[in-house]
């Protein structure tokens, strides 16, 4: 079993960066793909963007291209997502994710097995 634990959230004016942390515990295998996905209230859950494993490829969403950077800290079991120049519309509850998948679909949440519990985040104009 996995565990999934997210930080950083918060509130930030439009423009403004945050970095967020999902540190993981349990079975870590070593051949995961870590994504970061988002949801508001009453929408579809969408992935935002992903790393491989080893952290050989990234992925983003187009909406985040540019702006958003994932990574990882294998020696802490630690992923990030640096988000910087945020916009309104990037106001989510953001979770973090483990998948076992190493196919070409990144982004289909179902094909992650092991999810955190989120970490709001704010940006006001």
């Known amino acids: 079993q996995v565990q999934l634990a997210e930080s950083g959230g918060g509130s930030v004016q439009a423009g403004g960066s945050l970095r967020l942390s999902c540190t993981a515990s349990?079975?870590?295998?070593?051949?995961?793909?870590w994504g970061w996905f988002r949801q508001v209230l009453g929408k579809e859950r969408e992935g935002v963007a992903v790393?491989?494993?080893?952290?050989?490829?990234?992925y983003y969403a187009d909406s985040v291209k540019g702006r958003f950077s994932i990574s990882q800290d294998v020696a802490k079991n630690t992923l990030y997502l640096q988000m910087n120049s945020l916009a309104p519309e990037d106001t989510a509850m953001y979770y973090c994710?483990?998948?076992?998948?190493?196919?070409?679909?990144?982004?289909?949440?179902?094909?992650?097995?092991?999810w955190g519990q989120g970490t709001q985040v704010t940006v006001s104009s």
């Open positions: 994710a483990a998948s076992y998948y190493s196919g070409d679909y990144v982004f289909r949440d179902y094909m992650y097995s092991y």
């Open positions: 349990g079975y870590i295998y070593s051949g995961f793909r």
């Open positions: 790393i491989s494993r080893g952290g050989g490829n990234t």
